[in-house]
């Protein structure tokens, strides 16, 4: 009895020490990445969506290689993040007032639109041309 009060509470040590160190780890990240704006959050989303389309597309047979196309597709997500990391620090190096980054998050929001409607568009649901029109705009810069 009195070792598993001690073990208990030595788990519990363990626990409160991973999630700080877990949620400084977080901040970290977000301040490497410029903070957590409008820009930031509509690519978390897009991605997120664009991914359960994916699954979606496996799930129903449209893609044959399932865990490598989304292993693959993962890797691919994470290294968009590296590139807003980088075009962050280069922004503020030069103080570009987040210039750089928001029109690299920008290109990036546009593909995974982009990515998103041809998805869609795999599983046989019909797009509307003013998404797409929309997606065009933003990766044309226009």
Same mark, same amino acid.
């Given at each position: 009895?009195? &070792?598993?009060?001690?073990?208990?509470?030595?788990? @519990?040590?363990?626990?409160?020490?991973?999630?700080? @160190?877990?949620? @400084?780890?977080? @901040?970290?990240?977000?301040?490497?990445?410029?903070?957590?704006?409008?820009?930031? #959050? $509509?690519?978390? /989303?897009?991605?997120?969506? %664009?991914?359960?389309?994916?699954?979606?597309? &496996?799930?129903?047979?449209?893609?044959?290689?399932?865990?490598?196309?989304?292993?693959? %597709?993962?890797?691919?997500?994470? $290294?968009?993040?590296?590139? &807003?990391?980088?075009?962050?620090?280069?922004?503020?190096?030069?103080? #570009? %007032?987040?210039?750089?980054?928001?029109? /690299?998050?920008?290109?990036?929001? #546009?593909?995974?639109?982009?990515?998103?409607?041809? %998805?869609?568009?795999?599983?046989? &649901? *019909?797009? *509307?041309?003013?998404?797409?029109?929309?997606?065009?705009?933003?990766?044309?810069?226009?």
């Amino acid at each position: 009895m009195y &070792v598993n009060r001690i073990w208990t509470g030595h788990v @519990d040590d363990i626990w409160i020490i991973v999630r700080k @160190d877990g949620m @400084d780890m977080a @901040d970290y990240i977000i301040q490497l990445l410029g903070g957590v704006d409008k820009f930031l #959050s $509509a690519l978390i /989303v897009f991605m997120v969506i %664009n991914y359960i389309a994916e699954m979606l597309l &496996v799930i129903v047979g449209e893609e044959k290689r399932s865990n490598v196309f989304l292993l693959k %597709n993962m890797f691919k997500k994470a $290294a968009i993040f590296i590139l &807003v990391i980088v075009s962050n620090i280069a922004g503020t190096i030069i103080e #570009s %007032n987040y210039a750089i980054r928001t029109t /690299v998050i920008l290109f990036y929001i #546009s593909n995974e639109g982009l990515a998103i409607l041809k %998805n869609i568009n795999r599983l046989g &649901v *019909p797009l *509307p041309q003013i998404l797409v029109k929309m997606l065009n705009q933003i990766g044309n810069g226009e």
